[in-house]
Nanobody
Framework: QVQLVESGGGLVQPGGSLRLSCAAS????????MGWYRQAPGKERELVCV???????NYADSVKGRFTISRDNAKSTVYLQMNSLRPEDTAVYYC??????????????WGQGTQVTVSS
């Protein structure tokens, strides 16, 4: 099993910044893609961005140029730097990791979610 622990959410004013972190732990696991999703009230969960093993990234159009995803493979951690935040970025943000273990093939693991609220 792989456990994910998120941190870094909170309340921020429009135009402000936040940095989310998601650390993976477990035994005998190999991480592939790492990403962030978000779900706003009354809406479906949507992909925000993803970073692959080789470092390539993809972003939703709504966050391009404002959000940056990065990863530290030595720490099994993925980060999301969010700048120029807007009220429409308000959502619960979920970390997603695709990983395999000694006992299982590659599957999705999810963090517990962290609330990001952008409001004046």
């Amino acid at each position: 099993q792989v456990q994910l622990v998120e941190s870094g959410g909170g309340l921020v004013q429009p135009g402000g910044s936040l940095r989310l972190s998601c650390a993976a732990s477990g035994s005998r696991f190999t991480i592939n893609d790492m990403g962030w999703y978000r779900q706003a009230p009354g809406k479906e969960r949507e992909l925000v961005c993803v970073i692959r093993t080789g470092g390539s990234t993809n972003y939703a159009d709504s966050v391009k140029g404002r959000f940056t995803i990065s990863r530290d493979n030595a720490k099994s951690t993925v980060y999301l730097q969010m700048n120029s935040l807007r009220p429409e970025d308000t959502a619960v943000y979920y970390c997603n990791v695709k990983a395999s273990t000694y006992y299982t093939t590659t599957r999705d693991y999810w963090g517990q979610g962290t609330q990001v609220t952008v409001s004046s």
